[in-house]
């Protein structure tokens, strides 16, 4: 099976590549620009300055983490080198549809990516692109969806869904949700990538069935962003 990887180089996808890569043909289109300051900029303007001070202090906590993390371990580096990579600066204006047609691509999954457009799915046409999305659907939308899970002590709905990409965020239909047992051995910045291996191991299920909806997915909950250090501190007292 022909796989494209779409999204920005990170420790989650380059799991999600070494996992795929072991079972199908993968190509990567890695996006390279974006734009988190503007979106940082936008979200103070809206939750006000106190909050974008506290979300700055969090994300050089979380920096630091990496750094650490980084010194202590090796396994970060076991994961498969990128092969059959392209960089584009902005996903959506890629020529997706040029390259379904040249490479034959029967799948598309979306990995920390922006906010896929009308014109792109358009693109994509038959072609069905999937979002491994570390949350439970469709109670944690947005980012960081373990995490919030256990801060509102929703123990029950820390885990990991693979929904298929429409345009809004995280709306798609559900193909695949899972919950996950021993989360307290994880640390916060381990958490997604033990969401994603969960879905991962049950990728069958819905990568290769093409894609077998299991339940319809809602926008009536509210969209998660990014903690601030002040909720990082709650979390870890809560955990």
């Not at 598309?108 to 922006?114: G, S």
């Amino acid at each position: 099976m022909k796989v494209a990887i779409i999204g920005q180089d990170s420790d989650s996808f380059r799991l999600i590549s070494s996992r795929i890569s072991e079972f199908h043909e993968v190509v990567h289109i890695v996006d390279s620009d974006l734009r988190a300051f503007h979106r940082l900029k936008r979200r103070i303007k809206r939750k006000g300055f106190i909050w974008g001070f506290d979300h700055v202090l969090f994300l050089f906590y979380i920096k630091l983490l990496g750094f650490v993390r980084n010194i202590q371990s090796k396994n970060l580096n076991e994961y498969r080198a990128l092969a059959n990579k392209i960089e584009t600066e902005n996903t959506n204006e890629y020529p997706i549809s040029k390259y379904i047609e040249e490479y034959g691509l029967e799948a598309i999954i979306i990995c920390t990516n922006r906010i896929i457009s009308r014109e792109f799915l358009r693109e994509c046409r038959n072609v069905p692109v999937y979002n491994i999305h570390v949350g439970y659907l469709p109670n944690y939308r947005g980012v960081y969806g373990g995490f919030w899970a256990i801060f509102n002590k929703e123990l029950d709905k820390v885990g990991v869904t693979v929904h298929l990409v429409e345009p809004g965020i995280d709306t798609g239909s559900i193909v695949f949700r899972g919950c996950l047992d021993g989360w307290k051995d994880y640390s916060i910045l381990q958490l997604p990538l033990i969401q994603i291996n969960k879905a991962l191991e049950s990728h069958e299920k819905w990568l290769l069935n093409r894609p077998v909806i299991i339940e319809k997915n809602s926008d009536i909950y509210p969209i998660y962003y990014h903690p601030t250090l002040t909720e990082m501190f709650k979390f870890l007292i809560r955990r």
